[in-house]
């Protein structure tokens, strides 16, 4: 049995809009700048298997959850697993088994974490065939982005760029941050961030997305070299409202924040009103990502206790 782990990512600057037309798949009208999240992690298992296609199934093993795949997420995970099987010359069929440490419904997207499990998972099973020379990370990033863009960016750890030029780790000496998410929403989104790249393309406020990006990852940049945190906080505050707002203005419309994410918000907003912000953003769903700089302890947890009515999936800090 082959096996591999990967952690998911949190994007600071997003990945949102692709060009339907580009043949290669999941290639981004703009660069984005994410945060690996470490706690929160996917495990893919690989089984030789004598069926005559490629299954997956819910992977149980202890301190693993089970995972939930709809079938057009099972389609989907297959499929790149048939894309990696074919650029590494694998013969065979065989069994994929799948779990996160995360409960599944708790409104995590898992698809990050899962797929760059996946591509390192087949990697490794590459490997064990002979079938494969080492392979630099960027390249292995490269691959996973063919199964679902922002696995690409889970292949490292820290800070990661994905821009024209491909994946690459940033930001080495730049802040440590604690990740906390409040969980608002457990469903099922009914517009997937994959529907919502293309349906964003359809917004009046489209135009000038690109240069927008640019300069909000021009400022971010500079705010982390100069740890100016609350310049920092103020570009992923505005960076995800951008990105929602391209949500609201699609044609048609479509909304993840529900009446607890704008709760949560004004809460954060009036909380943190007189001092100095941690990074807070949201992907494409209603729950709401907070990362702590060191030295916001404290306000970690006095935020703790104000949105104790509400779930957090808390990172600890060893
Ligand atoms: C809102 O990577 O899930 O989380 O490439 O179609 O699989 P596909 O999309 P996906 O898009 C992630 C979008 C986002 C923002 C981000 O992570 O940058």
């Not at 929160?40 to 093993?61: C, G, H, T």
């Amino acid at each position: 049995m082959i096996f591999a782990e990967a952690p998911s990512n949190i994007a600071l600057i997003k990945y949102m809009g692709k060009n339907p037309e580009v043949s290669d798949t999941n290639r981004p009208t703009n660069a984005s700048l994410s945060y690996t999240l470490d706690h929160l992690r996917s495990r893919v298992e690989i089984q030789n298997s004598s069926a005559e296609s490629d299954s997956w199934q819910a992977l149980q093993s202890p301190g693993w959850l089970p995972i939930e795949l709809s079938e057009k997420g099972r389609e989907k995970f297959l499929k790149h697993f048939q894309f990696l099987k074919k650029h590494w010359g694998i013969h065979g069929c065989f069994q994929l088994s799948s779990a996160n440490n995360f409960p599944a419904g708790a409104g995590i997207a898992s698809s990050a974490s899962s797929f760059a499990a996946l591509t390192l998972a087949t990697y490794e099973l590459a490997k064990s065939l002979n079938l494969t020379a080492d392979v630099s990370r960027s390249e292995l990033a490269d691959l996973s982005r063919r199964g679902s863009g922002s696995s690409g960016r889970s292949l490292f750890s820290g800070y990661c760029l994905w821009d024209a030029e491909g994946f690459q780790q940033v930001g080495q000496e730049w802040p440590q941050l604690m990740h906390d998410l409040i969980v608002l929403d457990e469903e099922h989104k009914s517009v997937s961030s994959s529907e919502a790249h293309l349906r964003i393309l359809t917004s009046s406020q489209f135009a000038g997305r690109i240069d927008r990006v640019d300069a909000r990852l021009k400022k971010l940049f500079e705010a982390f070299n100069q740890a100016d945190i609350s310049s920092g906080a103020q570009v992923v505050w505005d960076e995800f409202w951008d990105m929602h707002t391209l949500f609201h203005t699609s044609q048609p419309p479509f909304f993840y924040m529900n009446e607890n994410t704008m709760k949560v918000l004004r809460l954060i907003q009036i909380e943190c009103s007189q001092l100095t912000w941690p990074l807070v953003t949201m992907d494409a769903g209603a729950n709401i990502h907070i990362l702590y700089f060191k030295g916001q302890e404290n306000l970690r947890k006095h935020l703790h206790k104000c949105l104790s009515e509400f779930k957090i999936i808390s990172e600890v800090i060893s």
